[in-house]
């Protein structure tokens, strides 16, 4: 068959390749969280996401020496406070916090060549703001 070809003998325009990795990635999410009513107007929420994945390339050429790349195992942590005051029915204002780190695989910088890893490995995101709902 040529390029492109299908076994009734037309072409095909496009298609999927679900064959590119040499063994299955697996990523594994898991989160937890809290929220507490500090009082009637006011709410905390508390945050936790982890993301792992394995090593999917064959032979795994992960190690410091033979540098990372972003088929190696690697994980993401990630951790945010967050407030709420609700000023009234329909106006609020919020300001959280956001913390994560990342390492192995998920710390290299694509699509830069195997080894190449962020400049920092870990992040802090505040945010602030007002919203007015209708």
């Not at 990372?68 to 106006?91: I, N, Q, T, W």
Request: hydrophobic share 35%; glycine share 10%.
């Amino acid at each position: 068959m040529g390029v492109g070809a299908t076994a009734q003998g037309g072409y095909l325009l496009s298609g999927v390749e679900n064959n590119n990795l040499d063994s299955d990635k697996i990523v594994k999410v898991y989160w937890a969280g809290v929220k507490y009513a500090v009082d009637s107007q006011t709410d905390l929420t508390w945050s936790y996401y982890r993301v792992t994945q394995n090593d999917f390339r064959i032979p795994p050429e992960c190690s410091s020496t033979a540098g990372f790349r972003s088929s190696c195992a690697g994980a993401l942590d990630e951790v945010s406070l967050y407030v709420d005051h609700h000023f009234s029915k329909r106006f609020d204002g919020y300001a959280g916090i956001a913390y994560s780190d990342v390492s192995g695989g998920l710390a290299i910088a694509i699509p830069h060549k195997p080894g190449v890893p962020y400049y920092y490995n870990n992040n802090i995101a505040p945010t602030i703001g007002i919203r007015y709902a209708f």
